[in-house]
């Protein structure tokens, strides 16, 4: 099993045909939910699922977190999108990475985080901080 740092090419496919709206206050729902090392996630994911999620604890539970977005804006030439940071307290968690998912739109894949190894948290914090929202550190930039 593998977890693939990509945006998944479905979700290309889908934002040329207007399938995702990022706007921050009046778009789609996008989650993040966290996975094992036991998972299979890169390009080809489509969609959310359970299998291999990590367990219910503390503030997450199956389907992981509501990410607030924010309004995608330009770079230079580049468009990006980003999110805020997302804390789960009182967690005891290990994950390999992550799904962000548009639970607004049959919870289609739009990209996978491989966080490189297992992080975890042990009756404490497990928090995802996104990058820079900038042309060349956004989560999702289209160049």
């Known amino acids: 099993m593998a977890i693939s740092q990509a945006v998944c090419t479905s979700f290309k496919q889908e934002l040329l045909v207007g399938t995702h709206n990022f706007t921050a206050s009046s778009g789609d729902t996008f989650k993040i939910a966290l996975y094992t090392s036991d998972a299979s996630l890169g390009a080809s994911t489509t969609a959310f699922s359970t299998s291999n999620e990590v367990s219910d604890s503390g503030t997450y539970s199956s389907g992981g977190g509501s990410l607030t977005s924010v309004t995608p804006t330009t770079s230079g030439t580049t468009a990006i999108c980003d999110f805020a940071d997302i804390s789960f307290t009182?967690?005891?968690?290990?994950?390999?990475?992550?799904?962000?998912?548009?639970?607004?739109?049959?919870?289609?894949?739009?990209?996978?985080?491989?966080?490189?190894?297992?992080?975890?948290?042990?009756?404490?914090?497990?928090?995802?901080?996104?990058?820079?929202?900038?042309?060349?550190?956004?989560?999702?930039?289209?160049?």
């Open 90 to 143: 009182s967690a005891t968690i290990t994950a390999r990475g992550a799904l962000i998912y548009n639970s607004s739109q049959s919870n289609k894949a739009v990209a996978v985080l491989d966080f490189g190894g297992d992080k975890t948290s042990t009756s404490g914090t497990f928090t995802i901080q996104f990058p820079t929202a900038d042309a060349s550190n956004a989560i999702l930039r289209l160049a």
